[in-house]
């Protein structure tokens, strides 16, 4: 199967405003292997037990507000996969997973944002899977695990969030990223590469981790595509900085 990837989806303008972590995802999905599908693990869909979108033809969620009109404009038509999202489903209920579908749910912009660039031509199927609502970075790492028994041939793993995440200190006007971002960015990115250090336990172990992260969602998608990997190790596709403190890192897994 295709390396599962965590991307940091940055602010819903993304395909409207350049930037570099535009041109990036712009870029990628080209490098990759073609896909069969694109099983997206989204900071904006949350549910009490992990949940696959199983709707044929999924809308395109605008949840946010206060943006130009034209991002409204968007849609990003790719068809979904219910036999994939089924399939999955009844995968982790045999492990012991309390796993579930949602009928009619369509891709918030954590998974059409990044999507649309990356696969402009929106004919690849997307599932969307839930984070768990309470549970932290070694739940969803576990969850990552299942996944990876279960995907099977040609499936994209594809965590959707950001490697830092605190609105409350955005710079709007630009801004290289200061020393507390810097400092986290940089934990992280040694623990990923070299397998080394308590990933799980960044929260008491990674520096600035609350300020970076006031809440948890947006780094939980990371730990899916982590645990989806079979060697705990990943690999730096990209770094960059919008808003002042917004890191727009990628990995992938292997």
């Known amino acids: 199967m295709p390396n599962p990837l965590f991307i940091s989806h940055g602010?819903?303008?993304?395909?409207?405003t350049p930037s570099p972590a535009r041109d990036f995802l712009a870029a990628l999905g080209g490098q990759l292997p073609r896909p069969?599908?694109?099983?997206?693990?989204?900071?904006?869909?949350?549910?009490?037990?992990?949940?696959?979108?199983?709707d044929p033809h999924p809308e395109t969620v605008h949840d946010f507000s206060g943006f130009p009109k034209a991002l409204y404009?968007?849609?990003?038509p790719t068809p979904g996969d219910p036999g994939l999202a089924r399939t999955l489903a009844a995968g982790l209920q045999a492990q012991g997973w309390p796993a579930g579908v949602a009928d009619g749910r369509g891709l918030d912009h954590g998974a059409w944002?990044?999507?649309?660039?990356?696969?402009?031509?929106?004919?690849?199927?997307?599932?969307?899977?839930?984070?768990?609502?309470g549970q932290g970075p070694e739940y969803h790492w576990r969850l990552g695990q299942a996944l990876r028994l279960l995907v099977g041939e040609g499936v994209l793993i594809l965590g959707s969030g950001s490697l830092t995440h605190n609105l409350g200190e955005l710079d709007w006007s630009g801004g290289i990223g200061p020393p507390w971002v810097t400092a986290f960015r940089d934990w992280f990115a040694a623990g990923i590469e070299t397998g080394e250090g308590d990933l799980l336990d960044y929260r008491t172990q990674a520096p600035n981790a609350v300020r970076n992260h006031p809440t948890e969602e947006h780094l939980l998608p990371l730990f899916v595509a982590l645990g989806a990997g079979a060697t705990g190790r990943g690999r730096r596709l990209h770094r960059s900085i919008q808003l002042g403190v917004l890191a727009m890192d990628a990995y992938a897994f292997d």
């Open 113 to 133: 944002v990044p999507l649309m660039l990356m696969y402009p031509e929106a004919d690849i199927p997307v599932v969307q899977l839930s984070l768990v609502r």
């Open 36 to 54: 069969r599908a694109v099983l997206v693990v989204s900071a904006h869909f949350q549910a009490p037990a992990p949940t696959l979108t199983a």
């Open 11 to 16: 602010p819903p303008t993304l395909p409207l």
């Open 73 to 76: 404009a968007l849609r990003y």
